[in-house]
């Protein structure tokens, strides 16, 4: 390319010239000012007026490789590039060129072949190595699993149906971790905005076309489908079950031939030794509900369904598993269902949201968008949500470190001593003893809001006026949307929710800061194992599993946020013995946390200052 000396003199060429090496510096200089259509043009005039022996003519195609690249017409700028090393087979330049090009044509093997050639050529070429070490590294990534392996052709297969039945994805590609872990990452860079992948609606399985199927059809007739505890679930797993037995015959075959075949990280297939890892966490008898819940409704299904026992109740668990780990919820032509999009459900989890999908009937097909750029050989994530790791766990397999969506369930009753709960019951119209949460480690989330109104209600043991105030007042405030109401309010029993109840009195809320500690202190006490000990097993990493691993984060997820539970109650019940001057004083001493400044300044400052 042109250097900057050079360009003066080609200020004085008359862009009229037929001059070859005239030409080429009058593209050299468009190219410099982005005029690449303009460079194209010089450089082309330049090879026709070329004579046979012209010495620069391989440079001409080279430069024209150049701007062509820039216009990103890749098949033009390899043509040439090929073009500019047939004529002169030393030219290390052409070869990086044909290289870069090659990269963008994402034909990986060649790309390396001639970057690999350009260093030959000239050994001290800085560009030409860097090339060479990032298509390297991009081919070493992209083919940790050889192509030979049964997994890789499975999903090349998958690729070519997708492809034939035209399902659009040029961006993306899959890459292998290992033969069953696999994910998809860019293969060139993606801006925000653009849509990255079309399944077309025929290449996706509706729960419609489970209801259909021989099997489901049956179950549709007997009625199946209003009792069983994860209708969804249970019918698209039975499709892929039918599905299954087809083979080749099915028109799915290809999708269904990369679907994973072993579970075993998931909590409900865990060994006993896996499963002891469980021992005290709440997330155990989570586990155990599900299998329970699963047999249920497979049972169900084989009552009236008889040739369903020809799929075993493992089968059919592991299958259950399999759909809620990759189905996706969508609209289509204006009718909410649930199914399968292949490729799609290759993205694997992370946050933030980092892409969006959605069905589009106007585009006939399921789409996702990107919503920032991302990178080349970036892997491209979906995000599952705000999740607590018992239901990533649970429901995929897999676990979130530093997760920030953890939750542990607490079940807070009335105090035994409370005469007044059913009062109190009656007040909120919900006659059951006990409300079941799901406590985190920020006390300025909405869910923890919700616990500490509910604690305060059921620890509530002074002026029962006071609560029918909140009750009358929330009654009549409170607008509804519910449409039945005429007067665009609740119904006054159905005003007091208990769960927007503020600070009453310092007595009820040291009452609410003990009973929260001891009911995380009784959690706590269940594990056979500290939460040290537990971060300490995790440092150590000796003889851990995947499985045990991911115990290991789950359970002590779980109790970092009793602890901070306990910790906070701790502080708070100190601060509701300061005045007003020392929390000040205090706060700026003590080391807290975002939450448990935010509570001192909206719970336990109020408070002393009402009291
Ligand atoms: C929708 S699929 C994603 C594609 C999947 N990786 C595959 O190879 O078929 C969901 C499964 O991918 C895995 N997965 C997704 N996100 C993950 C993450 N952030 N960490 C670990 N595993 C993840 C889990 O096994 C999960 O059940």
Known sequence: MGKGKKKSKSKQINKNTTNPKDLKELGNKAFLNKLYEEAITYYTKAIDNAADDDEDKHVYFSNRAAAYFEMKEYEKSLEDAAKSVEIKDDFAKGYIRKAQAER?????????????????????????????????????DDHTVEESNPHKQRFNRLETWLKEGGSKYEKLKIRFYNPIYRGVHAAKKIRAGEEILLIPKEQIITLEMAEESPIGAKMMYHNVKPKLLSPKHGFLATYILQERLKGEESPFHPFI??????????????????????????????????????????????SVVPEYSQFTLNEFSEIRMMVSSRIFGMNIDGKKTDGFVPMADMLNHKRPKQTSWTYSDEKHGFVIEALKDIGRNEQVYDSYGKKCNSRFFLNYGFI????????????????????????????????????????????????????????????????????????????????????????????PNKGFKAKDLPPLSIRNEKKVLLRMKLEAAKVEAGYPTTYEEDLA????????????????????????????????????????????????????????????????????????KMS
Request: aromatic residues 10%.
């Open 257 to 302: 031939d990369i679907l994973p075949k072993t579970f075993e990280n998931f909590p409900i297939f865990f060994t006993e030794e896996e499963r002891a890892y469980l021992e005290g966490s709440p997330f155990l008898a989570q586990v155990l509900e599900k299998i329970e819940d699963i047999k249920t409704d497979y049972d169900l299904i084989c």
């Open 537 to 608: 097993l995790l440092e150590a990493d000796e003889g851990l599993t995947f499985n045990t691993r991911n115990v290991l984060l789950m359970r002590s997820g779980e109790k970092k946020i009793l602890r901070h539970l306990i910790e906070t109650a701790d502080i708070m019940l100190r601060y509701l013995d300061y005045g007003l001057t020392e929390t000040r004083k205090q706060m700026k001493e003590d080391k807290l946390k975002k939450d448990q400044e935010v509570y001192i300044k909206k719970v336990i400052q109020p408070l002393i």
């Open 400 to 491: 979130v470190e530093n997760n920030d969506g953890n939750e542990v369930p607490l079940k807070i009753y009335y105090p035994e001593s409370d005469d007044k709960k059913d009062m109190k019951k009656e007040m909120i119209g919900d006659l059951s003893d006990f409300k079941k949460f799901r406590v985190t480690d920020n006390f300025n989330e909405g869910s923890m809001h919700e616990f500490m109104s509910w604690m305060r209600f059921v620890e509530y043991d002074e002026n029962i006026t006071l609560l029918i105030d909140y009750q009358a007042r929330a009654a009549s405030q409170t607008p509804v949307n519910d449409s039945d109401s005429e007067d665009g309010y609740n119904d």
């Open 104 to 140: 963008e044509l994402l034909l990986g093997e060649e790309s390396l072949t001639s970057s690999e050639k350009a260093i030959e050529i000239d050994p001290d070429n800085e560009h030409a190595r860097e090339l060479y070490e990032e298509c390297k590294q991009e081919w070493d």
